[in-house]
């Protein structure tokens, strides 16, 4: 991954903390999130495909929380997408490397609830789902497209050639998120 891209992540993340801050009560402080922050919890991604950097309070009850993903080649022939929902997180994608076609929204069959133990919901996502979704919105997605996900809005991958890397900046109106999370390795 390229320094000058993971620049860019950085700036993005601050812009969306920021605006989403700007409409919550005043703060004292920004929080910066360096390009070796991000670095580092990328190259502690391992096998998992999803990794929270920091959760931040930016006031009224608000956490904006900042993670990195990195999804592997997947193709789904059929019309039928298997998707995830937050059903109280929204998620703005920002593409750094790869592609791949998203399906958001559509028909959704076949429910189920992850249990709310898990080290995803908890740390990651919030209370959310897995759906398989027909008609949905398809977009094909590269770097530095941007997508806008409201809680609530099914979403998957249907197609990723080789593998797509993108930083999510996940807004969490009822802190269900962690408050003050940082990711284990940025812990000294």
């Given at each position: ?12 993340a ?14 004292t402080?920004a929080?910066?999130?360096?390009t070796?922050?991000i ?11 999803d990794?929270q950097i920091r ?10 929380a900042v ?11 059929a019309?039928?997408?298997t998707?995830?929902?937050h ?7 920002y593409i750094?490397s ?9 028909n959704?069959?076949?429910?189920a609830?992850f249990?709310?133990?898990?080290t ?6 919030g ?19 941007i ?6 809005v099914?979403?998957?991958?249907r ?29 000294e």
């Amino acid at each position: 991954m390229r320094t000058k891209s993971l620049i860019h992540v950085h700036t993005v993340a601050l812009i969306f903390a920021l605006t989403a801050g700007s409409f919550a009560q005043a703060q004292t402080n920004a929080t910066h999130i360096p390009t070796g922050e991000i670095m580092t919890v990328y190259e502690n991604l391992g096998d998992t495909i999803d990794q929270q950097i920091r959760v931040v309070d930016i006031g009224d009850d608000i956490n904006v929380a900042v993670g990195i993903l990195r999804r592997l080649e997947t193709r789904t022939e059929a019309e039928e997408v298997t998707s995830i929902i937050h059903h109280r997180v929204t998620e703005v994608y920002y593409i750094l490397s790869g592609s791949g076609i998203l399906v958001t929204g559509g028909n959704e069959t076949d429910a189920a609830e992850f249990p709310a133990d898990i080290t995803a919901v908890r740390e990651l996502i919030g209370p959310s789902g897995r759906r398989t979704v027909t008609n949905g919105q398809t977009q094909t997605v590269s770097p530095g497209d941007i997508v806008v996900i409201p809680a609530g809005v099914p979403h998957g991958f249907r197609h990723i050639q080789e593998q797509i890397t993108y930083l999510s900046v996940r807004i969490d109106p009822d802190q269900v998120l962690p408050t003050g999370y940082a990711h284990p390795s940025l812990v000294e």
